[in-house]
């Protein structure tokens, strides 16, 4: 059991059914900590191991502090969770509604661990790129963690000074993670792998190639989900990561058309000529067929909103869709492997992975 100054080592993973959330508590209990997950449905492991889950909706102020009051010996958080606009993922990024929702999340997690006697020792938070204003205009190249903060209306920063006041007033220390688009094992939310997997078995069925529905090229960065998790693991207990931040990403980089015929041959899918088109129009124009498909294979992603989630939205974004030009995204993450992490993943593998182990769970249909 991984120890932290005598006490035993217990993190709250919050927004444990999300794409990281998931990552992050699979990382957390290989590295043999106590994992409390808190969202308001319990995931399922893609190692199908247990752990201890707390249902609740962290909008609810009241739901969250009596779930959370109760926990005793908690030493860590990484917080995970995010609210996002269902119907416009893009612009819900700016609304100020939806920023106090956030911001106010956050505070439903910390408050209660803080009240009376506290345990906790660190908190973990996510901002990625958009930090940067990636979504609204050109930014450095790379994007340094020590570039002046990007004047646009955002939660992240709130959340950042949140945590840096609370920890300076309670007495834990915080790390900011910055992780480029991230893809991984979990249906549903913001992963676009789902969703590429959907648009591809739909176009086998109707007898379409496999085309690349986006717009201009450029090239991109990405981080794996589970790599995003050991980074959380690591900055919980590691001197170097205390208040501070860091970008994230695998190490290499890649440009979409170029990674597609290794996504076509995982998927069993023949490629063609471009064909730019709304990926998440297309799903919803084709949800009859999926569900053929679904019924044809025995598949258990029936409900196709809840396996897609709205990373359809999300890839619409990413492929730049209907853009004049892609997103220019470069971060360094000189300061992570300078800090002492210094993973790498393979994005292709990583992208590939992913789609297989939908297959194996049955969520996609197989490739032939």
């Given amino acids: 059991m991984e120890l932290v100054m005598g006490v035993?080592?217990?993190?709250?993973?919050?927004?444990?059914?999300?794409?990281?959330?998931?990552?992050?508590?699979?990382?957390?209990?290989?590295?043999?900590?106590?994992?409390?997950?808190?969202?308001?449905?319990?995931?399922?492991?893609?190692?199908?191991?247990?752990?201890?889950?707390?249902?609740?909706?962290?909008?609810?102020?009241?739901?969250?502090?009596?779930?959370?009051?109760?926990?005793?010996?908690?030493?860590?958080?990484?917080?995970?969770?995010?609210?996002?606009?269902?119907?416009?993922?893009?612009?819900?990024?700016?609304?100020a509604e939806q920023i106090e929702v956030n911001n106010a999340m956050l505070r439903n997690v910390v408050e209660p661990l803080v009240a009376g006697k506290s345990s906790l020792k660190h908190v973990s938070i996510l901002q990625g790129t958009k930090a940067y204003g990636v979504h609204l205009h050109p930014i450095a190249v790379p994007a340094r963690e020590s570039d002046p903060r990007d004047d646009h209306a955002n939660f992240f920063f709130d959340q950042q000074d949140y945590v840096r006041d609370a920890g300076a007033k309670h007495g834990f220390t915080y790390t900011v993670l910055r992780p480029q688009l991230v893809t991984?094992?979990?249906p549903g939310a913001l992963n676009v792998l789902p969703a590429i997997g959907v648009y591809a078995a739909i176009r086998r069925e109707k007898g379409e190639p496999f085309s690349?529905?986006?717009?201009?090229?450029?090239?991109?960065?990405?981080?794996?989900?589970?790599?995003v998790g050991k980074v959380m693991a690591w900055a919980g207990q590691a001197p170097q990561a205390a208040n501070e931040i860091?970008?994230?990403?695998?190490?290499?980089?890649?440009?979409?058309?170029?990674?597609?015929?290794?996504?076509?041959?995982?998927?069993?899918?023949?490629?063609?000529?471009?064909?730019?088109?709304?990926?998440a129009q297309y799903i919803r124009d084709n949800a009859d067929v999926w569900?053929?498909?679904?019924?044809?294979?025995?598949?258990?992603?029936?409900?196709?909103?809840?396996?897609?989630?709205?990373?359809?939205?999300?890839?619409?974004?990413?492929?730049?869709?209907?853009?004049?030009?892609?997103?220019?995204?470069?971060?360094?993450?000189?300061?992570?492997?300078?800090?002492?992490?210094?993973?790498?993943?393979?994005?292709?593998d990583a992208f590939?992975?992913?789609?297989?182990?939908?297959?194996?769970?049955k969520l996609l249909p197989p490739a032939v």
């Fill in 8 to 95: 035993r080592n217990k993190v709250v993973v919050a927004g444990a059914s999300g794409l990281i959330g998931v990552a992050a508590i699979e990382s957390f209990l290989n590295a043999g900590w106590d994992v409390v997950g808190i969202s308001r449905r319990k995931p399922v492991l893609p190692s199908g191991r247990d752990f201890e889950f707390v249902s609740v909706d962290l909008r609810d102020e009241k739901a969250s502090r009596e779930a959370l009051s109760g926990l005793g010996g908690v030493t860590h958080v990484a917080y995970a969770a995010i609210y996002e606009n269902a119907k416009d993922l893009v612009g819900g990024w700016s609304n």
């Fill in 184 to 186: 991984g094992k979990t």
């Fill in 291 to 348: 569900a053929k498909i679904v019924a044809k294979h025995g598949l258990a992603s029936g409900d196709l909103a809840a396996f897609v989630g709205q990373g359809d939205q999300h890839a619409d974004f990413a492929f730049a869709y209907g853009a004049s030009a892609g997103p220019v995204a470069f971060v360094s993450t000189i300061k992570l492997r300078k800090a002492g992490f210094g993973e790498v993943v393979d994005t292709r």
């Fill in 352 to 361: 590939s992975d992913a789609l297989q182990f939908f297959i194996d769970q």
């Fill in 246 to 279: 860091f970008n994230i990403t695998n190490g290499d980089v890649f440009a979409w058309r170029h990674v597609w015929p290794a996504l076509a041959k995982t998927l069993g899918v023949a490629t063609g000529p471009d064909e730019p088109m709304s990926v």
């Fill in 212 to 227: 690349f529905p986006g717009g201009p090229a450029f090239v991109w960065e990405m981080a794996d989900a589970d790599l």
